[in-house]
């Protein structure tokens, strides 16, 4: 396994590491499943291709054949989709959308709308009342 094929596989971990604090998000992925949507990184020049399946995001460095939508946006759109952030917010026109509209809004509103309950998960590790403050 090359270097960069490590670094998409531990990308691809994180990710849906991620997405999974959600406990509804892999649910809302399901309409998507099997969409080809690559994600184009304006300013580095990056694309990045994402499959939703049944139990989260697949990512491919490359694909071949063409993806069912682009979502194309700097950095720290893409940041901020994963951040709670509503989509439609982005959408207005830090993240534009090409192909398959739809696909890509469901996707944006995805990952926009992620729900983690930060102090639930935090109280794991710290127990209830310390996680509360």
Known sequence: MSTREAAFAVLE????????????????????????????????EIDLYLVPAPDGLQLYPEFEGEPDCTLSGAPLA???????????????GAVEIHGDTEAGQRFGEVLGDLDIDWEEHLSRLTGDVAAHQ
Do not use: C, W
Not at 16 to 43: F, Q, S
Not at 78 to 92: I, K, N, V
């Open 78 to 92: 893409f940041a901020r989709m994963g951040g709670g952030e509503r989509a439609e917010q982005l959408f207005a």
């Open 13 to 44: 971990s994180v990710i849906n590491r991620y997405i999974r604090l959600d406990p509804t998000a892999l649910e809302r992925l399901v309409p998507l499943h099997g969409k080809l949507i690559r994600l184009h990184i304006k300013g580095l």
